[in-house]
């Protein structure tokens, strides 16, 4: 399906034309067709005679309803132009252009009406000269009747080219339907109607709306039942969990998680922002928000909105001045996070930088601001991850090279330090290096202390040369290493380790890092001094006792008994008769 808006003067039968395309009644109001005047939007739909389906959004002409008109338009990927042939070109006609333009609408067409009551040729070229400046450029133009039929095949045929060039949407993309429309049908309930830009929609998902969940129930698209609807559609959706009366014109139904909702943009205006008024109304998708405008330079504006929408960077929207009754001109999203403005000339630098970047801002130019962000965070954003290769990717985050080489310099410098003013500690704990750092949470740390020349030991971050060093306390440990070395049991006494400079303090820092095992009463053994008087005991004829134990590993009591009782708290010996004698257990599976 594809889905084209009218455009026009009123009274210049855009709605007779809907209806001569399609058979269909376009005006849904009574009052409508009483008066002969479109006042809401209204929908009908063809099948070319060449095989595409076309929806039409059919518009409001009259200066009053131009809010409406811009509900219709703002969605729509292409625009059906309507001029008559005896009026030419009109007041609203200019306007409906100027929105279109707004909007940056690339696609449409020329018909010219009422060709059958004056020569077209006059209005056509008129109105060519008009659309030519705009933004959809150079367009074909067909002079038609609806009342006599004159030239109603030759704009199907004109429109099937149209559609033909129109570019395909993402349907594998997350959905922002816009609401045109909410009410209620018997027997079933909540309806929201919309134009479907991207994605696709299945009944039974679940979509958010007020970053309330709701559940479609069943869909129609072109006034049949669907179980699933891609882009691009006119398409109405029966919910559950809503009541129309929650629900408004220019409300968004979003894929749960795929978009980040805010109040604060920055946009690219399409006019000169020195006469823009404090307070409008701006248009986009198919609602009117009221927004505070802070100009940042000649071109660039930071908007505050009434309530937080599901944006990205490159909608369109317009600025309205409603006591004015005119259109302030287009304006494009630079920007749905943007940084805050708290120093002195922050707005002024800001305003320079938007404007120095052109188009959208780049994934890097957005990495570059933040120094890190996760990547599904930028994609809520809209941010288009295109150009990767300039940023870094840590796990599931981009950091900018700059901020990486800030971190990893602090990073450094802070486990330095504490080398240098804490020797007996085994490095910096993780907690205090990403505080350090200045990491975000979530973003791994083992990365950035690799490239520090670091390395991450259990809860420590260290000098690598540190995992066996210990600074002035090396030599003590040293020492009690060679001690033990020969006579593994022959545990130093608290003379021995005073003199060699090893308190608890010492010790304790020495047993982190692997180095010794510390048992009750300050008897210090090699950490493998358990494994090696296990084998012994193993061999020894079972039960034992603690003499036996003690003879067997060439020690005194101080040691065997804080070593038998470590054993027994390991599980590798059992007690018999406490304190007397013991039993080795038998490893599992032996």
Known sequence: MFVIAT???????????????????????AEERARGMTIDLGYAWTTLPQGPTVAFVDVPGHERFIGNMLAGVGPAPAVMMVVSADEGWRAQSTEHLAAVDALGIEYGILVVTRSDL????????QALQHIRS??????????????????????REALTGLVDRLPRPAVDGRVRL????????????????????????????????????????????LGEPQETVQAVSRVAVNLRGVTPQEIRRGDALTTPGAWATTRLIEARMMADVTTLPTEAVLHLGAGAFPVHIRPLGSQVVRLTLSTALPLQPGDRGILRNPGLGRLEGGLEILDVAPPSLDRRGAAVRRGAELAAAGELPTLVQQVQRRGAVRVDELQRLGVVLHDTTAVLRIGEWFVSPSRWATWVESLRTAVDRTHRTHPLQPGLTLKAARRAAELPDGLPIAGLAAAADLEVAGPFVRRPGAASSLGAVEPGIVAIERMLADRPFSAPDRTDLDRLGLGAAQLAAAQRIGRILRLDGDVVLLPDAPAMALRLFAKMEQPFTTQDAKATLNTSRRVAIPLLEHLDRLGWTTQLEPGVRRVVRPSPGG
């Open 178 to 221: 816009w609401v045109d429309r909410a009410f209620t049908i018997r027997g079933s309930g909540t309806v929201v109607t919309g134009t479907l830009g991207a994605g696709m929609l299945s009944v039974g998902d679940v979509l958010l709306l007020h970053d309330q969940e709701v559940r479609i129930r069943s869909l129609q698209s």
């Open 7 to 29: 455009a026009g003067h009123v009274d210049h039968g855009k709605s007779t034309l809907v209806r001569a395309l399609t058979g269909m009644e376009p005006d849904r109001w």
């Open 134 to 155: 705009s933004s959809l450029g150079e367009v074909p133009a067909v002079p038609v009747s609806a009342v006599s039929g004159l030239g109603i095949d030759a704009l």
């Open 118 to 125: 004056a020569d077209p040729r006059a209005a056509t070229a």
